[in-house]
């Protein structure tokens, strides 16, 4: 089904360069463009779904976990 999306100038020259790199048509790389970000952005709104569905719950990580956390990944503290 055609769909009509107006794109940046700059876009646009990007999706030319990497077409003529790839050997690929533009429409194959904007549909798997297209295809790859609605795929993340359904995989973030599940994940957001089942942390407010926890929260929901009651199921919190408690202090002590959450700063083994931080620790581990040497991240500054939340406090």
Do not use: C, Y
């Amino acid at each position: 089904m055609p769909v009509t999306l107006q794109v940046s100038p700059e876009l646009k020259a990007q999706l030319s360069a990497l077409a003529k790199q790839t050997h690929r048509d533009e429409t194959e790389l904007a549909n798997q463009a297209i295809g790859n970000f609605i795929a993340w952005e359904n995989g973030m709104l599940d994940k957001i779904k089942e942390g407010l569905a926890q929260a929901d719950r009651g199921d919190f990580v408690d202090d002590a976990e959450m700063a083994a956390f931080f620790e581990q990944h040497s991240l500054p503290s939340m406090k």
